[in-house]
């Protein structure tokens, strides 16, 4: 399986992005989806998750009320929609995926599938 990640650029404080995944394969649903990023110096963070249905999700303490994870399984797609971008939201965001087999989790570690990545930057 591969993931491509896209959306992401410039935004002034306050604005917002809708970052987009778009997962090859045909077994898209049978995945948990997650979004991390990466800021400069900084290891990579849980940003939010999406279980395989899209019924469940679960955000970090600093994106929840602002961000919005969704998935169409019809388009194997996962969306960040993004809201209320912060400067301190700069970072490398990535798409990640994990068998829906296996418990939900936010550890960077379990996810063996990711995506390229997309750079967001957030200007003050």
């Known amino acids: 399986v591969q993931l491509q990640a896209s959306g992401g650029g410039l935004v002034q404080s306050g604005g917002s992005l809708r970052l987009s995944c778009v997962v090859s394969?045909?077994?898209?649903?049978?995945?948990?989806m997650g979004w991390f990023r990466q800021a400069p110096g900084k290891e990579r963070e849980f940003v939010s998750i999406?279980?395989?249905?899209?019924?469940?999700?679960y955000y970090s303490t600093s994106v929840k009320g602002r961000f919005t994870i969704s998935r169409d399984n019809t388009k194997n797609t996962v969306f960040l929609q993004m809201n209320s971008l912060k400067p301190e939201d700069t970072a490398v965001y990535y798409c990640?995926?994990?068998?829906?087999?296996?418990?939900?989790?936010?550890?960077?570690?379990?996810?063996?599938?990711w995506g390229q990545g997309t750079q967001v930057t957030v200007s003050s």
């Open positions: 990640a995926a994990r068998a829906s087999s296996q418990p939900i989790t936010e550890l960077v570690s379990q996810y063996d599938t």
């Open positions: 394969g045909r077994t898209f649903s049978t995945y948990t």
């Open positions: 999406v279980n395989w249905s899209g019924i469940l999700t």
